[in-house]
Nanobody, 113 residues
Framework: QVQLVESGGGLVQAGGSLRLSCAAS?????MGWYRQGPGKQRELVST???????NYADSVKGRFTITRDNAKNTVYLQMNSLKPEDTAVYYC??????????WGQGTQVTVSS
């Protein structure tokens, strides 16, 4: 079992910034963030492997940066130039080396126009 604890969501004005954090209870292979907006399906935001390879959704490229501290089993998502369409519940994801997915409880990000 892997527990994922997220923090850092909140309310921000368009153009502002937020930083999300997610701490895992043990080491996992890939960590990342997904989001689910109102009336929408959950979608990929960004992922990072234990080796540091990153992946971003086209909609956030150039605005969001994912980083990882392997010593702390923690992943961060720095979100800049936020837009109202970034409003969603953001979920942390952890994928073990055995290819088992775990999810955090979600943290709300609201961007006002």
């Amino acid at each position: 079992q892997v527990q994922l604890v997220e923090s850092g969501g909140g309310l921000v004005q368009a153009g502002g910034s937020l930083r999300l954090s997610c701490a895992a209870s043990r080491s996992v292979n890939r960590m990342g963030w997904y989001r689910q907006g109102p009336g929408k399906q959950r979608e990929l935001v960004s992922t990072i492997t234990s080796g540091g390879s990153t992946n971003y959704a086209d909609s956030v490229k150039g605005r969001f940066t994912i980083t990882r501290d392997n010593a702390k089993n923690t992943v961060y998502l720095q979100m800049n130039s936020l837009k109202p369409e970034d409003t969603a519940v953001y979920y942390c994801n952890g994928l073990t080396w055995a290819a088992v997915n775990y999810w955090g409880q979600g943290t709300q990000v609201t961007v006002s126009s």
